[in-house]
């Protein structure tokens, strides 16, 4: 028997579209990483009395637990986690010269930036986030620590260095032959492009005067050749109808981050009316503009923050908890051109998963024997739902990224 290859059989939900949760009690065979077979729990006892998987440890779920694929988050910032919860009653211009810049330039010390992402990778593994998107800060050797991190615990990243040539009150900026030099050396190593757009008015008034030239400010990006369908821009909360139509043209997508863009104050991001241009959207937590590193946490103002647009007049704006969960797993994926490998159970993908018990002992979550009336079709469903409104790390007992065990409480 090798721990390369597992059966998991129980509980298993997983997203095939924006409207399709597929949930129900079955198995799924992993060797080497990658899924390879899957099907019903009566297929799984006629394989195993015929000894196919007798090389294969098998893992059999309890009645509260089940497997769904590992979170993804399209847009987080690495080097800000030391100030989460710090300076979230200002809006985001002001926040950024008292808070942000001056904790970023602390990553020129490379040691201070191997201790710091060592904590952040392992926080957000912990947190159920098997895929990050993440921001470095200006220095290549401090971001190439954060790379280190990422292969050090198995997690699966796309990281990028920050460019920034406009001078700021905290000096923290780079010339521009010194910037094009850096991000040549970085690219080098690892190759990911990512910003940010429309976050905020003021921001927005700040880009269009210094490009005079161009009408939006996704025309900046796009007169730059940045917009392709390798990029992802974060925010997009005040989108005009030209740039919903450039960014589906280009095939961009977006990262919506619900909870630094009620923080800072920059707005509520319309997110239904992005998914209804047909642009692919994933969920960001854009710490520490975002007060929270966990996805659930995402997935829960993503509703919130969606009903308070349609309570305000905008009809059918609400997501629900199914499309808000798929927008953390396979729509994330898309996002980051990553569900040909993650995002939910295909054979042929990566087996990134989290194994969550609802009613773990020291959880939040309590059961009520006899409570709810259900059919077995309904329990698994409001197991996941439970998770979903109420859950956190507690309850996610274990991680597997590409088949490797990353996080394990059992």
């Known amino acids: 028997m090798t721990s390369k290859n597992i059966v998991f059989v129980g509980i298993i939900a997983s997203s095939s579209s924006l409207n399709k949760l597929d949930i129900n009690s079955g198995y799924i065979a992993v060797q080497h990483g990658k899924i390879v077979k899957k099907g019903s729990t009566d297929e799984f006892v006629k394989s195993e009395k015929a000894g196919e998987f007798s090389s294969y440890k098998v893992m059999k779920l309890s009645r509260n637990q089940f497997i769904i694929p590992g979170f993804v988050d399209c847009h987080t910032h690495a080097p800000q986690f030391p100030n989460i919860g710090l300076g979230l009653d200002r809006p985001l211009l002001e926040w950024l010269a008292k808070y942000t810049f001056p904790l970023e330039k ?52 796309l990281i990028g260095k920050v460019s920034m040539n406009q001078e700021n009150d905290a000096g923290y900026y780079n010339e521009t032959k ?50 392709t369908d390798k990029c992802i821009m974060a925010h997009a909360v005040h989108l005009t109808d030209e740039e ?41 937590t854009d710490v520490s503009g975002g007060d929270n590193a966990s996805i659930l ?41 990553l569900d040909h490998k993650v995002g939910n159970f295909d054979v042929g993908k990566d087996f ?22 259900t059919t077995s079709e309904e329990y698994v ?3 996941l739902q439970k998770f979903i409104f109420l859950g956190d790390d507690r309850n996610i007992v274990q991680v597997y990224v590409k088949g490797e065990l990353v996080k394990n409480l059992l």
């Not at 971001?143 to 280190?148: D, H, I, N, R």
């Not at 050396?185 to 005067?209: A, C, D, G, M, P």
């Not at 923050?305 to 798929?326: D, H, R, T, V």
Request: charged share 20%; glycine share 6%; net charge negative.
């Open 106 to 157: 602390k990553y020129s010390d490379t040691e201070f930036a191997a201790k710091v992402y060592d904590q952040v990778v392992q926080r957000l593994l912990t947190n159920g986030t098997t895929t990050a998107c993440y921001f470095g800060s200006l220095h290549v050797e401090g971001t190439l620590e954060l790379v280190k991190s990422a292969i050090k615990h198995h997690q699966r990243a």
């Open 178 to 227: 010194k910037e094009l030099a850096d991000v040549e050396e970085f690219i080098k190593t690892v190759i990911s492009y990512q910003s940010h757009i429309s976050e905020n008015l003021s921001e927005i008034e700040y880009v269009l005067q210094t490009n005079p030239k161009c009408r939006t400010y996704g025309d900046v990006y796009d007169e730059s050749g940045i917009f």
């Open 244 to 284: 919903l139509t450039l960014l589906l043209s280009r095939g961009v997508s977006v990262a919506h981050c619900p909870a630094s863009n009620t923080r800072l104050k920059s707005g509520l991001c319309p997110v239904r009316r992005i998914i209804n241009a047909n642009i692919t959207v994933g969920l960001g």
């Open 297 to 337: 946490d995402a997935i829960r103002r993503t509703m919130d923050i969606s009903m308070c647009l349609e309570m305000q007049g905008s009809p059918n704006y609400a997501l629900n908890w199914k499309e808000a969960f798929y927008l953390a797993t396979l729509g994330g994926a898309k996002a980051l051109n």
């Open 352 to 373: 990134d998963a989290l194994l969550v018990d609802v009613y773990l002992k020291g959880s939040q979550i309590d059961e009520y024997e006899g409570a709810l009336p």
């Open 381 to 383: 469903v409001d197991l």
